[in-house]
């Protein structure tokens, strides 16, 4: 079967690593912690090893190239037998059904992580609280240059960190509580961490022994619930409910006597800073503010979301919609899926959507690429497999670039609209407020419907606010009256 | 408390250092458990780290052969860097594994060790954001560069103790055009004898790493390598 070689996570702070050189060639055999390639960041260089014993077959990040950790810069076909250390990285694939197919050889390789439950793959298909909202969120806005990385923006510290899948820089090092930690997921380590529980003390029920999200619940005694999730539950129309306060950082810690104290930014702070400041001197930011009436939305999304579950194996969620809705709004306004360059103006034939993914460790903000060419149902499989892949860290640089236009979702933490940051060098991003329950006024009578306030910041260099207005509407006309035909 | 052997070796050949301290790290590496920090000194040679760009070294081969000077390319990170006699040159051979894998908290824990060094000699220095390395105002005293292998460290500071700094106007130092080199000797106005800087920063090492630092000599190669016997 085949094993990812990721781009290792060097610390803390550190988002990304420069790939300097390959000590191996496509074709070449490897051994087992074998230095593969080397990398560097800052004033270090260090020889990555060989997570699994068997034939360097692909090579995805050439020499040079500098990528987010996480990233798969290459793939190891291991031989028959040699599964040991393939298991092992599946296994740290959350959720992944383990690794006895590994016997199953090649073909299916990637399959593991596909095959997951279907409740699993779509919890995190909502749009996630996007950092863009200017607040201070999460890496958005990062995408343009740097695809966002799937770190330094979990609650904590080391004990909620994911270790680089495949790195193995465990090799020399590996301690039975990184074992322990290896066999649970994400999710089971952030419930632990929240519940200060110690994994490694409990037994687990599934795969291999790993605690699973019910044995820790289980142990959480009077256990206040399926702890919260930065992402929440997609199908609860008020993600208010869901949405768990969760710090950014870890609490400050002061030295006596002191009535402050002084951190350095990590590396993806930083580059955050850098992005959002840069994006505001580029942009003249103008933000405007719709309300849609969703009671159609939600209605077809009742209506059908047990058939489309059954047939396309993903729930169904607010997100195709607004990203359907945007589609064809974009189609209409092209000015909107563009970008200044110089004294140009470059209109993209291509439809391709950011969308902020909230992950256990993270956030990312994957591409949904050429959306224009998709049905609803297209669109809902390709969110849930590209945030399926953001989970696993099976996104290549590909699938986090190119982005036309950025959707993200400050609602699901409850917030009524932001006013987000563009994500240079597009020209718009559409912020999704929480959709709730409001009072209304409906043919002069007071109604209770499901309402949600989107906000579009746009540049104003090159978009004019009747255009932004107008594509606004377009996207309420099609929220509100769309016949998504197509659904099922 | 895990040990930390140290030693400081006089004046050794830079490609001799180098298979030292690849003995060494094989040995951690191999799942032995002694780590050590050498300390030494190196005759007039040039490093190309791993990001070197050529342009940085502004003479010829052969100009620098006529000075005395030597150019090696290396597996550390950083750039190009210069070190000679009166350098204080320190190579941790650590094993950062389980508890500090983290190359950013590696590099500050070093300057950490150089900037309390320093302080006990007088010299206020401090970090400069970005910039790995210990500065003085906006002059850098020392620099660093590490190679990491399987968590296993090699490479690591330079201080510039008695160097001669005219030499860094061979090259970039660092791929920093302009960028100031100074050293404890033009600071102090006085020259320190290397072993008594290096005995200084053993027990300051000791105290950022959490190593018990105990003397012992570095494993001699089996081709002994004759400068490393004196060791001790």
């Known amino acids: 079967m085949r094993v990812d070689v990721i781009m290792p996570q060097m610390g803390e702070s550190i988002a990304e690593g420069t790939l300097t050189r390959w000590l191996k060639k496509p074709g070449d055999k490897v051994a087992r912690d074998e230095p593969i390639f080397e990398i560097s960041t800052d004033k270090v260089d260090a020889e990555i090893p060989s997570p699994a014993a068997g034939t360097l077959v692909e090579i995805k990040v050439q020499e040079g190239q500098t990528v987010p950790i996480n990233v798969v810069v290459a793939q190891i076909e291991t031989e028959a037998g040699a599964a040991a250390g393939a298991g092992k990285a599946a296994a740290q694939a959350e959720g992944a059904k383990a690794a006895p197919e590994g016997a199953k050889a090649a073909p299916a390789a990637q399959a593991p992580a596909a095959k997951q439950p279907p409740a699993a793959s779509a919890k995190p298909a909502v749009p996630a609280g996007g950092g863009s909202d200017g607040r201070d969120r999460a890496p958005q806005a990062e995408a343009p240059a740097a695809p966002s990385a799937p770190a330094s923006w979990g609650p904590g510290p080391s004990a909620s960190r994911e270790i680089p899948k495949a790195s193995s820089l465990a090799g020399s090092g590996s301690t039975v509580d990184d074992l322990r930690r290896v066999r649970s997921s994400p999710v089971v380590r952030k419930i632990a961490q929240e519940h200060h529980v110690d994994i490694s003390r409990l037994s687990g029920t599934g795969v291999s022994g790993r605690v699973t999200k019910k044995d820790i619940l289980a142990a959480i005694e009077g256990g206040a619930a399926p702890a919260a999730r930065a992402g929440g539950p997609p199908d609860r129309p008020a993600p208010a409910a869901a949405a768990a306060p969760r710090s950014a950082a870890p609490a400050p810690v002061y030295a006596p006597g002191q009535r402050s104290s002084i951190v350095p930014m990590t590396a993806m702070r930083k580059k955050i800073a850098e992005h959002m400041i840069a994006s505001r001197r580029t942009s003249a930011h103008v933000t405007t503010v719709f309300e849609v009436d969703m009671s159609r939305v939600m209605r077809l999304r009742e209506e059908h979301k047990q058939a489309f579950q059954e047939r396309h194996g993903v729930k169904l969620t607010p997100t195709p919609f607004m990203v359907r809705a945007a589609v064809e709004a974009l189609k209409a306004f092209p000015e909107i899926n563009a970008s200044i360059e110089g004294d140009n103006v470059v209109y993209k034939k291509d439809m391709n959507i950011g969308i902020a993914v909230a992950l256990d460790w993270g956030l990312i903000v994957p591409v949904l690429k050429h959306a224009d060419d998709l049905s609803l149902s297209g669109i809902a499989k390709a969110v849930a497999d590209l945030a399926e892949r953001a989970r696993t860290k099976k996104l290549s640089p590909d699938d986090v670039q190119g982005g036309t236009f950025t959707i993200t979702n400050p609602g699901i933490f409850g917030s009524l609209f932001g006013t987000p940051i563009i994500s240079q060098p597009q020209v718009a991003i559409l912020g999704v407020g929480v959709i709730e329950k409001r009072v209304v006024v409906v043919q002069d009578a007071i109604g209770i419907r499901p309402m949600v306030f989107l906000a579009l910041s746009f540049d104003h260099r090159l978009i004019d606010g009747a255009v932004a207005d107008q594509f606004m509407a377009h996207i309420k006309a099609t929220l509100e009256q769309g016949k998504f035909a197509e659904i099922v | ?232």
């Open chain 2, 1 to 232: 408390m895990r040990r930390c052997l140290h030693a400081y070796a006089g004046r050794v050949g830079y490609a001799e250092a180098a298979d030292l301290q690849e003995r060494c790290a094989r040995l951690l590496k191999d799942g032995g458990t002694v780590e050590r920090l050498l300390l030494l000194e190196h005759p007039p040679v040039i490093t190309l780290g791993r990001n070197a760009r050529s342009a940085d070294v502004l003479h010829d081969e052969a100009t620098l052969e006529s000075l005395g000077v030597a150019v090696h390319e290396t597996n550390r990170g950083g750039q190009v860097t210069y070190h000679g006699p009166g350098q204080l040159v320190g190579y941790p051979i650590l094993d950062l594994s389980p508890d500090r894998r983290d190359v950013a908290r590696y590099l500050r824990d070093l300057e950490e060790v150089l900037i309390r060094t320093l302080s006990q000699f007088g010299v206020t220095a401090g970090r400069a954001p970005g910039l790995t390395g210990v500065w003085v105002g906006p002059e850098k005293i020392a620099s660093l560069g590490v190679h990491l292998s399987r968590w296993v460290t090699t490479h690591g500071f330079a201080l510039n103790v008695n160097t001669d700094l005219s030499r860094f106007g061979l090259i970039v130092p660092c791929g920093l055009r302009g960028a100031a080199v100074t050293s404890m000797q033009r600071l102090l106005g006085r020259t320190l004898p290397l072993e008594e800087v290096a005995a200084a920063i053993v027990p300051v090492f000791g105290e950022v790493f959490g190593r018990e630092m105990a003397p012992g000599s570095p494993p001699v190669a089996p081709a002994a390598a004759p400068a490393l016997t004196e060791v001790a």
